[in-house]
């Protein structure tokens, strides 16, 4: 069985504080997913990686994908508390069960003000 | 732009009562379609899967079914409803492949009593 484990389960912290957070597997990707989701609302998808080592940028959050492409890892610097939410990586396949994504259990971030 | 429509939002059902959650998307053709279900703000189950009209996989044994009647209509169903059908209902989509990340729905809160 697949599995992608996310570290750490929760994670609260104040407003301006710097944390990232890790996507573990035993498996290798073709590509790593990261989502946001919010109460009561589906997942919005932040960003895919498909390089070993691939490094992406979207404002305050950086993505890596790790050289082997089994792990990733998101950093969002002076956190805001509109960055709070659960955040779910899912790793990707080529020739995987019709496309299906395998997603780990999530990090739910709280950031306080 | 492509666009998904998932409905209702919120459903309460009286156990035994039938279920149907239905999502469409807009703005391209033959999409992998998915129905996950999530349990209380943590990761992602996959329900079922569909790759083309008439194709459902189902990766759960349930109380539930799916089918796709049109190539951007998703539909899932119960002809009884039990209490432990409770749970937050997404409906996603994909390009063919669908290792790039998928879009998701705005979810069903369904609420057996």
């Known amino acids: 069985t697949q599995l992608l484990e996310q570290s750490p389960q929760f994670l609260s912290i104040q407003e301006g504080e710097n944390l990232t957070v890790y996507c573990n597997s035993s498996?290798?990707?073709?590509?790593l997913q990261w989502y946001r989701q919010e109460p009561g609302e589906g997942p919005v998808l932040l960003v895919t990686?498909?390089?070993?080592?691939e490094v992406k940028k979207l404002k305050r959050l950086t993505f890596q994908f790790g050289d082997a492409r089994k792990d990733s890892s998101l950093h969002i610097t002076a956190a805001q508390p509109g960055d709070t939410g659960l955040y779910l990586c899912?790793?990707?396949?080529?020739?995987?069960?019709?496309?299906?994504?395998?997603f780990g259990k999530g990090t739910k971030l709280s950031v306080k003000p | 732009s492509q666009t998904i429509h998932q409905w209702p939002a919120t459903l309460v059902q009286p156990v035994g009562s039938p279920l149907s959650l239905e999502c469409t998307v807009e703005?391209?053709?033959?999409?992998?379609l998915y129905w996950y279900r999530q349990a209380a703000g943590r990761g992602l189950q996959l329900l079922f899967y569909?790759?083309?009209?008439?194709?459902i996989s189902s990766e759960v044994p349930q109380n539930l079914s799916a089918s796709r009647p049109q190539d951007r209509q998703f539909i899932l169903s119960s002809k009884k409803l039990l209490l432990s059908d409770s749970g937050f209902y997404l409906c996603?989509?994909?390009?063919?492949?669908?290792?790039?990340?998928?879009?998701f729905g705005s979810g069903t809160r369904l609420t057996v009593v």
């Open positions: 703005g391209t053709s033959n999409p992998n």
């Open positions: 996603a989509w994909s390009p063919a492949g669908g290792v790039y990340g998928y879009t």
């Open positions: 899912a790793g990707g396949k080529y020739g995987g069960s019709q496309g299906n994504l395998i």
């Open positions: 990686v498909v390089t070993g080592g």
């Open positions: 498996s290798v990707f073709s590509s």
């Open positions: 569909s790759v083309g009209i008439g194709q």
